[in-house]
């Protein structure tokens, strides 16, 4: 279902990306955003089910800035290199080829963005900054920003248990982006991946059915 390709992003220099495209006509388009861990099985894979959905889905490999072919485990090594690689590629490139990408797939209607641990925090600023609907899955990094106004609807996922995210960061959320959804789910970071420990089926079915739901509000109904 899916295929690679270049995006000409920030400074003219190509990166990789992954994108899936539907049977049949797009509903619209969706540009998903990585973990730290690079686009690797698991963020194919949420490419090739949003296409499923009739989403044209693409996924830029934004670590090709700085090594290309990035995939990464979900191991101690993995998570020490995917953090280090995402602070020297910062979140001010990350977001040009987000706008990137959703150019590259702009055909396909309007354009939602989706992401994923740090990729979750990169979402939500492409609702700030691009005025993309986006879904903000436990983005760790988002308290740092959201002093920043929304310019498109946002939608949040967290895990009850994400160390990485106590509730009073979830509360910050709540206070400083009072016109954002909010959804809390019994369950640690990384609760959507089936390549982690925290995966946890149940919530991350009712996450993507919120999810679908989001998109379709924001992308397709009148």
Known sequence: MGETLHLNSSGMQC?????????GTPKAGIVVVQEIFGVNAHIRSVADRFA??????IAPAFFDHLESGVELDYDAHGVARGRALVDELGAERAVSDVGSAADAIR?????????YC????IALLAAMRLGLPAVSYYGARNVQYLHEPLTAPV???FGEFDHSIPAAAVQR?????????????PAGHGFNCDRRKDYHAPSAQLAFERTLDFFERTLISP
Request: proline share 5%; glycine share 16%; aromatic share 12%.
């Open 155 to 157: 939608q949040f996922h």
């Open 107 to 115: 055909s396909a209607g309007r354009i939602g963005v989706v992401g």
């Open 15 to 23: 990166i990789g990306a992954y994108r899936a495209t539907p049977t």
């Open 118 to 121: 740090w990729g979750g925090s």
């Open 52 to 57: 499923e959905h009739g989403y044209v889905a």
């Open 173 to 185: 959320h709540r206070e400083l982006l009072p016109n954002a959804e909010i959804h809390v789910y």
